[in-house]
């Protein structure tokens, strides 16, 4: 039997759905995992985010520390942060996980705010609005397009890597692999097989979901205008 066939047995198997430690257990490790860190991570990147943004100071600031969290391997901080008072286990992941999420959540964050329009950010202004009233009332809606473009590349990064917190006994799909490399290739290949297949179809079925919720909070002037850019970019480069 060849790995795809032994995924397939693997996956026909009732029992690796529906025990401890099965699919189904995993599944809602992983998402928990995952949901914690990007909530933490929106926790940090937003309100600094939208803060810079509305200061239109920092901007150096933002590339820096998107530069600086994406230049650090997530394997890298799953490895060290255990050995802090964090422990093994899932807190450390969650940690971890919120450091790979933060570039996207601040950088778009950052980038909503500053392309607010002018002509409504001046006429709130004229209108006596103060610092907080024109962050909260003008710039924070018209930057919602942004916002949810940053949480849907943050939470299909994240669930694909939280696969590593097997690693640190983190728990989650991941375990599925690990477990099927605990075994010889001819007996754990297709678990391996069935547990990376898990990974990246939660991944692919979040990103669609989420493509499709930030398409319904973007206005449809500002899809007009994306769609016009990407069209511009492609011609640019087919001229190129």
Known sequence: MNPVEAALVWFNDPLNWTNPGGILDRLGEHLSMSAAAVALGCLIAWPIGLWLGHTGRGGGLVVLVSNVTLAVPTLALLTILP???????????????AVFAVPPLLANAYTGVRQADPEARDAARGMGFSGWQLLRRVELPLAVPYLAAGFRTAAVQVVATAALASFVNGGGLGQIIRAGFGLDIAAGGGQIIAGGVLVAGLAVLLELVLALVERLLTPRPLRAERRRAGRRAAQAVAGG
């Open 83 to 97: 050995l802090t008072f964090l422990g093994f286990g899932q807190p450390s992941v969650v940690v971890a996980l």
